[in-house]
């Protein structure tokens, strides 16, 4: 596996497999706090309007990086709980060609976690916007 820049090494599966191991919620919701508090901050020039993810409740910031063919993202936020949900979306887009993030299908994803029925609406929405900004730089790319 090659080493994102961003030190994000967790991918989708190992997502999917962990949270498997947890019976309920509140245990899932601990495991994916921490997964949150283990990304790497971004650097505070990195805090721009630019890359502010818009649709979100909590204040969220994006990067990538292309690396050999490959997108590399960063994210942070100013809620414990939206890192841990950044954390969850990059481990699905992290190390991949812009046509294989724009192939992912997030939303089988999101089902095999159980996620979306466990968030706000709003939070959910804000995951969402997330998806879209990271699509969009992936067509970008």
Same mark, same amino acid.
Request: charged letters at 25%; aromatic letters at 10%.
């Given at each position: 596996?090659?080493?994102?820049?961003?030190?994000?090494?967790?991918?989708?599966?190992?997502?999917?497999?962990?949270? =498997?191991?947890?019976?309920?919620?509140?245990?899932?919701?601990?495991?994916?706090?921490?997964?949150?508090?283990?990304? =790497?901050?971004?650097?505070?020039?990195?805090?721009?309007?630019? %890359?502010?993810?818009?649709?979100?409740?909590?204040?969220?910031?994006?990067?990538?990086?292309?690396? *050999?063919?490959?997108?590399?993202?960063?994210?942070? =936020?100013?809620?414990?709980?939206?890192?841990?949900?950044?954390?969850?979306?990059?481990?699905?887009? %992290? %190390?991949?060609?812009?046509?294989?993030?724009?192939?992912? *299908?997030?939303?089988?994803?999101?089902? =095999?976690?159980?996620?979306?029925?466990?968030?706000?609406?709003?939070?959910? %929405?804000?995951?969402?916007?997330?998806?879209?900004?990271?699509?969009?730089?992936?067509?970008?790319?």
């Amino acid at each position: 596996m090659q080493t994102s820049p961003f030190g994000n090494e967790i991918t989708s599966d190992d997502i999917v497999e962990t949270l =498997s191991f947890f019976d309920g919620w509140e245990e899932r919701y601990k495991y994916i706090i921490e997964l949150g508090r283990e990304l =790497s901050p971004l650097a505070e020039d990195q805090h721009t309007e630019e %890359n502010l993810v818009r649709g979100c409740q909590s204040q969220v910031w994006l990067v990538s990086e292309e690396h *050999d063919g490959r997108l590399y993202f960063a994210a942070d =936020s100013d809620a414990f709980i939206v890192k841990g949900l950044l954390a969850v979306v990059l481990a699905a887009y %992290n %190390n991949k060609t812009p046509a294989e993030v724009r192939e992912f *299908d997030i939303e089988h994803y999101f089902t =095999s976690l159980n996620l979306l029925k466990h968030l706000s609406a709003t939070r959910g %929405n804000g995951l969402r916007a997330m998806v879209q900004r990271i699509q969009m730089m992936a067509v970008a790319a």
